[in-house]
């Protein structure tokens, strides 16, 4: 069948498999195979179990009827020793103390292979592993003549994900054995799982004691653990796991590694019996390459994979050997090799055929080329399923396996190339009604449904009742009521109702209804309607206090403050309460956060909790931003109190002073739930049901109180003067004391439209006419008891008697004028008294009684005409 040659000095190994009976064969095709012959781990052990799949692949080459038959494959195989630097010395004298090598088979250790790999392209090989399964090789870019035949780890890898993400495990442990290939596999692990968003809790290596290791989880509570050890390392970690007791429903342990049959048996390196060993190992889940496929086709050799594997196991009983998981691989990799170098040969057979001037030469690196592309065209029915390869590799599924009552059954498979999961979930069992929760589970402390769905229904009555008053008052806008009350604070202090109404209602939303991402997009838009919705209602009504406040104070020649203004003092309070939110969103936004709170025991279970956790809005300094915000509204409500102080005894006559008053009540009433919301912002959100309900009760009531101040004493004198022009006008726009001493006039305030305006300045126009009437009529009585001083004859002594009485009654009128010009009264008695005398006067302006006629010092019994001709 073959023999051992020594070769050059005893550095090469070389072993000649040889199939008898092929004594025609013309064409040797030496091959390298690069294997471990030592007593390291994976080492002696793997290269005596593949070597009878080896022998039955070429016993079955021999027996072909088509043109493999025709070549021999001769294996030359060095021993690589798992170790980097021995491994490269025996690969160059391989290369060159031994024959013209057309590929290499093998390679096993990653450090070894990945050496060898990169200098592939120099030479001019390809090598084809059927055992390399690091992550690291799986750059084509980097090792682009290196194909495996093999299901890489890093698909294994993508497989464990995928079941993590079908139990929705979140939460996992590492526990890895300190060598090279299992380090390789976690640090590929680690990366798939953060991509995934896997959080792993713990990552701990095996030491020499390993119940400590194992203790670590128990105590960390990570109740998922990912194990990378061989067999020996896991019958050690599953004696610890017994011993403290972690194989009850909560844990579940997940091995990406592949073991042999029986192994707790075979490699039992613990103080444990097998049956306390498979006590702690139930229901834990391998995930594994599947080393044969499940296909009953036969494949290019003529076989079954079942009839494959009964030969090979004859083969291993025979020579008392144990049974590889690449085995299977090992006997499809020769075939690879021998259908690509039969290709290439018979293709430079043909190139030379037809070659015209018959001196047909060929270089390596042409060689090379040819099969590297011929290993990418293969493609046929194996053993272990379709051989193809993509990148490199073969995708093949992986299986999916739980440990049931002493044996390991199958549950499910990955298909790797389609990255589905496929499970049947009727065979795999877990020890409680459920899969194991990943961490002791959580309950969000949230809003309860019906204490929402009542501050809603309360907050939506109350939005109604402000759309109700938004609707009278445009029913009613031409009415003097809504005129004299400055109509578009009304309509803002409704507008601003409206957004802190909406705030209750975003509030109350937790992640009970709401994904995370439109949670936190939520977060800012709370802060923006309630402080937006505050400053424009606040800003209405400081605005109005401030125009009363600049009435009061008109004697002091202060001017008084016009729409325009108002709109500029609002706008101002907007936008500097714009720029405050804005600064604090860019600079520190706010977020969702998760905050976690007790434990609870779950009732009947006592090695299940929950944990509470709130989920809230908050920046990193949130404090700082509220004191900033609550100072600067602080500051402005504590002015509008200051000032609504300063106006609660003012009798404004150019504006409703019942307004003024409940404007000053709406300005105390939102003060004191201003103070009152603002505390509970401060204070932490330890119950969510009391947190929304005091902010909610403080924003409703401030809402009702508001509008109810302001719009109802509206309502209720429109229902009493229907009439849209005051009737009181005349009465109310008279002349005061002000403007008996004073000429000029008193602009009044912008309230009622333009005709209002000129009706007063008209009426006040023609009471300074009635006071200088009456100063003159003073004046001609004074110069008439002047004249008559000397002795008085009968009439002149009538004359002066009238005279006196004259005096006497305009100076009770100036007198009764100046001390109530508004009374009703008075202004009967001024009429009756002044009427006479005005008529007087104004008839020699039209042409009739000249003015001395009008003089209440003529004698009642003289004609007009012959006072005239007297004078």
């Known amino acids: 069948m073959g023999g051992w040659v020594n070769l050059g000095q005893g550095m090469l190994l070389a072993w000649l498999l040889v199939v008898p009976g092929l004594s025609h064969v013309r064409h040797s095709l030496p091959v390298l195979w690069i294997m471990p012959l030592t007593n390291d781990p994976g080492g002696a052990n793997l290269t005596a179990s593949v070597l009878p799949a080896v022998e039955l692949a070429l016993d079955d080459l021999s027996r072909q009827q088509t043109n493999l038959r025709n070549y021999e ?28 090598y057309l590929m290499i088979f093998g390679g096993v250790c990653s450090s070894v292979t990945s050496v060898i790999a990169r200098s592939l392209r120099g030479w001019n090989l390809v ?37 993590l993400q079908n139990y929705k495990w979140s939460h996992v442990g590492t526990l890895t054995q300190d060598i090279q290939r299992f380090s390789e596999i976690r640090s590929d692990l680690s990366k798939q799982l953060k991509k995934a968003d896997v959080v792993v809790s713990i990552t701990e290596s095996l030491s020499a004691d390993t119940c400590v290791n194992v203790k670590t989880f128990k105590d960390m509570d990570v109740r998922i653990i990912i194990g990378l050890f061989d067999e020996n390392s896991a019958s050690k970690v599953f004696c610890c796991a017994y011993i403290l007791n972690m194989f009850v429903r909560r844990f579940q342990w997940i091995l990406p590694v592949g ?7 075979v490699a039992n390196a613990s103080n444990c019996s097998s049956d306390h060993l498979q006590m702690a190992m139930e229901g834990y889940i391998a995930v594994d390459f599947t080393p044969l496929s499940n296909s009953q086709k036969r494949g290019i050799s003529g076989r079954t994979p079942q009839d494959y594997d009964e030969n090979y196991n004859r083969m291993l009983l025979q020579k008392g050997l144990v049974a590889s998981k690449f085995h299977g691989f090992a006997y499809d990799g020769v075939w690879v090799i021998a259908k690509v170098l039969t290709r290439v040969i018979e293709s430079v057979r043909d190139r030379e055929r037809y070659d015209i001037y018959r001196n047909f030469t060929i270089s390596d690196k042409v060689i090379g080329r040819m099969v590297r592309d011929s290993m990418k065209k293969t493609k046929f029915e194996g053993v272990t399923g379709p051989v193809f390869f993509k990148h490199g590799e073969r995708k093949r599924p992986i299986a999916l396996s739980q440990f049931q009552e002493g044996r390991e059954v199958k549950f499910g498979e990955y298909i790797a190339g389609a990255e589905v999961l496929k499970l049947l979930n009727y065979i795999i069992r ?72 909406s705030f209750v209602v975003l509030y109350g939303l937790d992640g009970s209804v709401l994904s995370d991402e439109v949670f936190e997009t939520l977060c800012p838009i709370r802060a923006w309607t309630l402080s937006v919705g505050y400053d424009i209602t606040f800003g209405a009504l400081f605005a109005k206090t401030l125009r009363v406040c600049s009435i009061v104070k008109k004697e002091k020649k202060k001017k008084i403050i016009n729409d325009d203004q108002l709109w500029i003092i609002i706008g101002g309070m907007l936008l500097i309460d714009f720029c405050l939110l804005l ?20 009732p009947g279970d006592e090695d299940m909790a929950v944990r509470l956790f709130l989920e809230h809005c908050e920046s990193s300094h949130m404090t700082t931003w509220l004191t900033i915000l609550c100072g600067y509204k602080g500051f402005l409500t504590l002015l509008g109190c200051f000032l609504a102080l300063r ?69 209720l004198k429109i229902r009493d003067n229907p009439n849209e022009v005051d009737p009181s006008i005349w009465f109310r726009c008279g002349p005061t004391k002000e403007d008996s001493e004073s000429s000029s006039s008193p602009s009044s305030l912008d309230q009622g439209s333009r005709s209002f305006e000129s009706l007063c300045n008209e009426n006040q126009q023609l009471w300074r006419r009635v006071t200088e009437i009456s100063n003159e009529l003073e004046d001609v009585a004074l110069q008439v008891l002047e004249e008559d001083l000397t002795p008085p004859s009968r009439q002149g002594h009538e004359v002066t008697l009238t005279a006196q009485m004259c005096c006497e009654d305009v100076s009770r009128m100036s007198r009764e004028l100046m001390d109530d010009i508004n009374s009703l009264e008075h202004v009967q008695r001024r009429l009756s008294v002044q009427l006479p005398i005005l008529h007087h006067a104004y008839i020699p302006a039209i042409g009739g009684m000249t003015s001395s006629c009008s003089s209440l010092v003529n004698s009642p019994h003289v004609p007009c005409a012959q006072q005239r001709q007297e004078t």
């Open 73 to 100: 494959i001769n294996f030359h195989v060095i021993d690589s020793e798992c170790d980097t630097a021995k491994g490269l010395k025996a690969f160059f004298d391989a290369i060159c103390f031994g024959p013209k």
């Open 127 to 163: 090598q084809l592993s059927f055992a390399a399964t690091a992550p690291v090789l799986d750059d084509e870019k980097k090792y682009p003549n290196l194909f495996r035949m093999v299901t890489t780890d890093h698909t294994v890898n993508q497989a464990v994900v995928k079941i």
């Open 259 to 265: 073991y042999q049959e029986k192994w707790w048996e």
């Open 430 to 501: 877990f020890p409680g009604p459920e899969p194991p929760k990943d961490q002791k589970p959580s309950t969000r402390w949230g809003v309860i449904c019906t204490v929402y769905i009542m501050l809603s229904v309360t907050t939506g009555l109350v939005m109604s009742m402000a759309f109700f008053f938004l609707f009278l008052l445009i029913k009613h806008r031409n009415h003097w009521v809504i005129k004299n009350s400055t109509p578009f604070t009304d309509y803002l202090i409704i507008l601003g109702t409206i957004l802190a109404c």
């Open 583 to 602: 600064l604090w969103q860019i600079v520190d936004p706010l977020k969702q956060t998760v905050e976690e709170l007790r434990f609870e025991a779950m």
């Open 647 to 715: 106006t609660r005894h003012a009798d404004v006559c150019l504006c409703d002073d019942y307004d003024s008053k409940y404007t000053r009540l709406s300005v105390y009433s939102l003060t004191v739930m201003s103070g009152i919301g603002a505390s509970g912002g401060f204070l932490p959100q330890y119950n969510p049901n009391v947190q929304v309900c005091l902010m909610a009760l403080v924003v409703i009531c401030c809402c009702i109180c508001t509008l109810c101040l302001v719009f109802v004493p509206k309502l």
